[in-house]
């Protein structure tokens, strides 16, 4: 069977047929997650994050215009409630030197948290220097390299210029550059 | 260059946003310089650890959770159709009429046409063409009287005037409505503008 386009599901929605939203949302929950996981720093964090990012949604679609598109305007949501959670409380960093916490912390975490550790570190300290940088830099880090999106598609989310995204990008890759270069020296790189 | 010069520029040349010229001098210092080879080096470590990261995985009850929050009748439910920022009939309704006025136009320039010219000039070129030729100077002379009939309505300068006011005004709206269209759909996302 043919995939549904965002469009139809979200008109079906619209017409009351919540199990379209359902298709929607299990194609975007790991993109959602994900967002809201790099963005906040813990997985029950980011797990609230992105039910309330999927809840607004749908309360809120009636006002999406297929002129764009969907993922852009979903992904706006979520990190719109990202960047007012983090004012609340900021990034929770895993402490590296806690093997129990890193491996329940690591995204889908292996059945053996000790063999999973090794391989994770990096990912543990790559992931707590992310919750270092300034918000802004940190979420245009997160939609360009981990989301994969261009300046362009990032700088259309945020509804910023495509110059002030770049610009974000840029200070908040050499600060992570920075942070992880102790490590890399460390690992003989 | 210095090495302070092209730490400024290295990000910048790894998105290749510099000029081949710019590119080419940095390419030159890197070939000669270890501490800013290492630099970039870095630099693109850093960029791969992120990139390698692992996805983060929803919980397996993350959609069923999702789905008995909205069934459960406690959220609001999404305001139905989709309504049009700006209906779409003022912008017919003035275009059509613009669209008649230069319509005329055009058939002031089509009465300029002499068919009758035409059709001999056709004539002169065979018997075959000479049939054509009588066809279209026939056919020519019923679209001037057309146009005649329908510029007679709008000769009078006010009207016309009018009809190409509605043909601005229609433009205008379109416009307008797709502004306007572009800027909701983005609003959510400059609210983060900060
Ligand atoms: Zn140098």
Redesign the interface.
């Known amino acids: 069977m043919a995939e549904e386009s965002d469009d139809l599901l979200i008109r079906r929605t619209l017409h009351g047929d919540v199990d379209a939203f359902g298709v929607i949302v299990d194609r975007y929950r790991s993109r959602v997650f994900n967002l809201a996981y790099r963005m906040l720093g813990d997985r029950d964090r980011a797990d609230e994050a992105a039910q309330e990012v999927f809840i607004r949604a749908y309360t809120a679609l009636g006002s999406y215009r297929p002129s764009g598109s969907f993922s852009s305007w979903l992904l706006a949501i979520a990190a719109n409630y990202c960047i007012d959670s983090l004012r609340q409380e900021p990034f929770a960093a895993v402490p590296i030197d806690n093997p129990k916490a890193v491996a329940t912390a690591v995204a889908g975490a292996a059945s053996d948290p000790h063999a999973a550790y090794g391989r994770t570190e990096t990912q543990q300290l790559t992931h707590n220097a992310l919750g270092r940088l300034p918000d802004m830099q940190r979420l245009v880090i997160v939609l360009v390299h981990i989301h994969g999106m261009s300046y362009q598609q990032a700088a259309e989310v945020l509804g910023q210029p495509v110059g002030t995204v770049k610009s974000h990008a840029h200070r908040g890759r050499a600060r992570l550059k920075r942070l992880l270069a102790p490590h890399m020296e460390e690992n003989g790189l | 260059m210095r090495c302070w010069q092209v730490r400024r520029q290295l ?2 040349y790894e ?1 290749g946003d510099l000029s081949p010229q710019q590119a080419a001098q940095i390419q030159g210092h890197l070939r000669a310089c270890p501490a800013c080879r290492g ?1 970039l ?3 693109r ?3 791969a ?11 397996p009850d ?2 069923d ?3 008995a ?3 459960s009748g406690q ?9 049009s920022v700006l209906p779409l009939w003022p912008v017919a309704a003035a275009m059509g009429v613009g669209g008649l006025v230069l319509a005329a136009f055009v058939g002031l320039w089509a009465v300029s046409v002499d068919f009758s010219a035409l059709g001999s000039t056709l004539v002169a070129w065979g018997s075959d063409a000479g049939q054509a030729a009588a066809a279209i100077s026939v056919m020519g002379k019923a679209l001037v009287l057309l146009v005649e009939a329908a510029l007679r309505v709008f000769t009078t300068p006010a009207l016309v005037l009018i009809a190409l006011d509605l043909l601005l005004l229609g433009v205008t709206l379109l416009l307008l409505r797709l502004w306007n ?2 800027r ?11």
């Open positions: 990000l910048r998105d630099e080096a870095r630099g470590t850093a960029v650890w992120v990139e390698a990261l692992d996805e983060a995985e929803a919980a993350f959609s959770r999702v789905m929050t909205i069934r959220v609001t439910e999404p305001a139905g159709q989709r309504e269209a572009r909701r759909a983005l609003r959510i996302g400059t609210m983060l503008a900060m």
